[in-house]
Structure formats: C-alpha cells, structure tokens
C-alpha cells in the first residue's frame, strides 16, 4: 500500500532526477531568449567554423575562436558550450559594436555558465565584453563578468567602476544564470538590475572596492564583442569553465522576462531551493 512517506520519497527522488539532468540549455530556454529579440547570441554548439550570431545584428557578428577552447563541451542536458581551460581561450565578434551600444547606453546581458570546483577567474574576466579598456579609456568599455579575481560574484559595470554581488553568492560547482539589466544615462552604480539564479540581488550589491571609478559617467566606445577576454591585459583577464549562451539586448529586460528565462534555463530543484 503507497503511504505519505513513499509516495513523498518517490517524488523527491523523481525531482532529484530532474534536477540531475537538467543543468544547462533546453530547447524552451532558446525559445525565450528568441522571443525576447537578442540582437547577439552565441549558443557554442559549433564543432567547427565561428560561433553563430543567432541574434538580429546578424551574420557579420559571428564570433571567431581563438586560442584551443573546447567545442561541444557537455552540459549534462545534451545542448553543448564551449570550454575555456587556458589564458588564450576566447571569441571575438567579426563586426564592431553599434552606436546604439556606446555611449551611454541601454541594454541587456544574460550568460548562462558553470565553473568547476578548482575553476578561476583573472581581474574582472568577461562573459561579454566591448569598449576600448586602459587607464585612458576609463568608463569606455562594458565588463558583465567576474568580480577582480573571484570566479563566485559577480560585476555588471565598466572599466573602472561599478557594482559587484557578495563573494559566494556563484558558488563553483553548479550551473548558474545571470543577467545585467542597464538602464543608461546615469553613472556606472545607477540603472542596474541584476538576477543571479532567478533572484533580483540589486539590494545586495555594493560598489567594487577594488574600483576607483565607481561615479563616473560611462561613454562607452565602439570595438568588437569578446567573450572571456577584454582589451587589455591579454593573459589575464580570463576564467576557467564552461559558457552554454550569451546573449545581450538592445533594451531592457522585463523582470518577468528574466525570471521565465531562468526557469528555463536551469532547473536545479535541490540545490537552488525548489524543494
């Protein structure tokens, strides 16, 4: 005779299953980004060639990779990414960003992504990445990447300024989702909304310490897009793990927007508290 408890133990393990299986890219996460008109998105599913512009911008976007990435690398779901293990692992676009993303700009990024347990990160490694970056181009570039050298926060912000989530709040070991959500025309702290896993953190976030430019006003250049690389410091500027999508919109994301893309995107009923 099924009790309480068993049935409860048979849909607990059932869960335990999904959430086993269900880590990365599905076919209903690709249909949300598509009705949410990315104008880049990279899905890393190519065996060979660039990495396809599935977004409006087109073919001239398509990303070329450089350095020995990992094509097709297994994201537990049968979807793939790729791979960067080295300091020359990275994707650069064929075509230079629009005007509509310099500036001041208004946008969207979203990556979905996984670093092992003895993952990396160098000083503020890209997931995207766009805008001339040294000292003399301070505020000129977009970094939606790690925060400095912790591969377990976050930064949505600018060369020099911007905020950052709490250390630990990207543990290592998991998949996890996140999107920057910029409102232009203020200052590299103001206009940002951030989700990790699904949750507005934007309360928790706090101005990079390490950053001496947090106030000042962007005015964001025109270079090409990289993934896992920006403009300077070659060598450094990296992380070690596997990137499923990126994608990034000439707008803002809705909240609800944000939180049906998650739900799609990964579902990890135990560890990320479905239970």
Known sequence: MWTARTIGRGIALALLALSSASNAAT???????????????????????????????????????????????????????VLFDTSDDYLQSGAVSPVALSGNPTFSAEVLFFIPSNGTCGLWAPFLHW?????????KSVYFSFSQNDPTAAFAGFYNGGPKSPTGSLPRGRWHHF???????????????????????????????????NTLTPSVGSTEFRVNRARDIDGVRFFTGTVDEVALYDRTLTA?????????????????GFE
């Not at 598509?34 to 087109?58: D, I, K, M």
């Not at 805008?131 to 505020?139: C, L, Q």
């Not at 939180?259 to 009923?269: N, P, Y």
């Open 27 to 81: 076919a209903a996460y690709h249909d949300q980004i598509t009705q949410s008109a990315p104008v880049l998105w990279y899905q890393f599913n190519e065996g060979s060639g660039a990495a396809v512009n599935y977004g409006s911008y087109g073919a001239t976007f398509n990303a070329t990779y450089l350095g020995t990435p990992t094509r097709q690398a297994t994201t537990r779901l049968g979807d793939s990414g």
């Open 131 to 139: 805008g001339p970056s040294s000292p003399e181009n301070t505020a």
């Open 179 to 213: 999107i920057w959500v910029r409102t232009g025309g203020g200052n590299a702290l103001t206009g940002t909304t951030v989700y990790l896993d699904g949750n507005d953190v934007t309360g928790t976030l706090v101005p990079d310490p390490n950053l001496p430019a």
């Open 256 to 272: 609800q927007e944000a939180l049906d893309h998650f739900h799609e995107a990964i579902i990890d009923i135990f560890q990320d």
